[in-house]
């Protein structure tokens, strides 16, 4: 009988390619799967956090790690992932790197929101439709698309990440129904704030009314235990989930929109311009 990290490696390995590995979610969604015993293909433009991750893991987890440095948003990135993986079992794909443009729609230019849209909805798409076919033809696997609460509502001042977000809520959603009877899981994990660098760089204001953040690797392992019980969809933690439930249950969506505004105006105030690099 297989032992419940066979069990896991059956399903979902040899091999897992996070798509946004270097730091943040992706660095303990790195750490949580080698921890179960998968290899690892971790992508990011930074090669070097890329290297001291895979240099750890190695030590640690005694499994095989691949360094892949790569532009999500490049035009052939697609081709890429395709040569880089091709003698390659993939039976798990994360999808999680994201732009997440805080500030006014107004205030970012069309070039900005095209780079957005490029890296949260047709990166996440284009490595969705490439894997989910190959995984289907064997019979097993699971991809986790990373989103956002951001995405479960009208979301002000994250105008346009929170558009991307139920773009990826939703492919996830309805895919899980496509894949279910080919034992493939599929799944939105659809984080609140968590404590990233690329949060920290924006510089929330703390308050009473701001939601407090999340440790990323809380919502990885919660991403994963979801996954393996073939859930649709995932919100990470408590206070999330009862967050949803209230303003869904209760509130009309003018409301909702209007409270999600006024969040984010006392997180970022509406002059914030910002956006991770
Ligand atoms: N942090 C939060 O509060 C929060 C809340 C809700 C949902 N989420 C979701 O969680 C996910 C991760 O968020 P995060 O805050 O950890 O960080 P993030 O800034 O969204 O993503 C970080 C990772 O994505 C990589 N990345 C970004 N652009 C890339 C590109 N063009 N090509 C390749 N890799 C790229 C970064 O590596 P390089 O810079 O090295 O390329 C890094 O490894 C996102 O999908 C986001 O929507 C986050």
């Known amino acids: ?28 969604f790195a750490e949580e799967l080698a921890s179960k015993g998968l290899n690892l293909v971790l992508v990011a433009r930074r090669e070097k956090l890329l290297e001291n991750i895979a240099k750890r893991l190695k030590q640690k987890f005694k499994i095989e790690v691949m360094v892949f440095p790569l532009d999500l948003n490049s035009e052939d990135m697609l081709e890429q992932v395709k040569l880089k993986t091709d ?12 732009l997440s443009p805080i500030g006014l729609f107004t205030n970012h230019s069309l ?15 284009s490595l969705t439709h490439y894997f989910s076919q190959k995984m289907k033809d064997k019979g097993r696997g699971g991809i986790i698309l990373m989103t956002s609460m951001a ?3 009208g979301s002000p001042i994250h105008t346009h990440y929170g558009a991307t977000r139920a773009y990826v809520l939703h492919l996830a959603e309805s895919l899980w129904y496509e894949m279910k009877d080919h034992n493939v899981h599929v799944m939105a994990c659809a984080a609140g704030v968590t404590n990233t660098p690329n949060l920290l760089s924006s510089e929330p204001t703390k308050g009473l009314l701001i939601p407090k953040a999340m440790e990323p690797r809380k919502v990885a392992k919660a991403a994963i235990k979801g996954l393996v019980k073939n859930k649709p969809r995932i919100i990470p933690g408590f206070s999330n989930n009862l967050i949803i439930w209230f303003v869904h249950s209760f509130l009309p969506s003018k409301t909702r929109t209007r409270i999600m ?3 984010a105006k006392k997180m970022y105030g509406e002059d914030k311009i910002h956006i991770n690099k």
């Open 111 to 125: 070039d900005i929101h095209l780079k957005v849209l490029n890296l949260n909805c047709k990166g996440s798409l």
């Open 261 to 263: 505004g006024s969040i």
């Open 87 to 98: 003698q390659l079992d993939i039976g798990l794909l994360v999808y999680n790197a994201a």
């Open 1 to 28: 009988m297989s032992s419940p990290s066979g069990t896991f490696t059956n399903q979902y390995g040899p091999w897992a390619l996070i798509a946004g590995a270097s730091e943040g979610i992706g660095e303990s």
């Open 151 to 153: 995405g479960m509502h």
